[in-house]
């Protein structure tokens, strides 16, 4: 099934307009989710809206509210919410562009997949991508969608354009505040340098594909061998755990980082490494 746009309208930089498509990058299917479920008869619960001494309340009787100190709430209808949304528009302005290391990484959310809507839109849609690519740029720019107003940072990805949500500066938690206790002093240089040629050692290109969520996968194995089992029983299996008993939890660090460096090497060094020697 195709994919549904996200959004649809004209990215505009200056008094050039390009209409473009924006869809998901990411997508919700691969994760798994339960439902909440009665034993006894098999069926899924729900939920009522209960007041404390009260009990269960009608729908029309619930409207929204705020909480401004404990237990004291300001309450908003839904026009008055309404009335405030921002009006979505149509046109993605192009405000500003930056380097793409001036964004710290925790200010991206998610990301969307940038195309132009028609073969017309195509080459004003190819030279922001390129003047992009060759300027070394970001662009950023707000979106509004849905009643609300996205930041959101626009930048080269292959033949099309990447777009990712920012968050607000009032949304992120400056790390200072979590770091003050660490001491200030500098690490051995030989602690240092044995460190940085595990690194070097372990250094390779990145490919999502190498990774696997072994929970969910575990996960999905369970739950095929329950279908077919059609057994309410619990299927437990054995897992390996690691040893805890005994030693110490004082770690020579030297001689960790020295054992690291001559036993762990990377899989793709020694797969070149038997190729090499296959061939030779």
Known sequence: MAARAYWQGQIRLAL?????????????????????IHEPSGKRISYEKVVPG???????????????????????EEDEIEAVKIESKRTLELVQFVDACEIDPLYFEKPYYVAPQDELAEEAFIVLREALRKAKKVALGQLSVRGSEKLVAIKPCGKGLLLE???????VRQGQAFFEEIDDARPKKELLALANTLIEQKSAPFDAG?????YVDALR?????????????????????QDT?????VIDLMA?????????????????????????
């Open 16 to 36: 050039v307009s390009i209409p473009v498509e924006i869809y998901s990058a990411t997508k919700s299917g691969a994760k798994i989710r339960f439902n909440q």
């Open 54 to 76: 009260i009990g269960p309340v009608d729908r029309d009787e619930i409207i929204k509210g705020y909480e401004i100190s404990k237990g004291n709430y300001v309450l908003l």
């Open 165 to 171: 949500t920012l968050r607000y500066a009032d949304e």
């Open 210 to 214: 190498e990774y696997e969520d072994r």
């Open 221 to 241: 194995k369970l739950i095929d061998k329950k279908a077919k089992s059609k057994s309410k029983k619990a299927i437990i299996e054995d897992v390996d755990e």
């Open 245 to 249: 008993s005994g030693g110490s939890n």
């Open 256 to 280: 960790a980082l020295k054992k690291s460096v001559g036993e762990d090497k990377p899989k793709k060094a020694a797969t070149k490494a038997a190729k090499s020697k296959k061939s030779a």
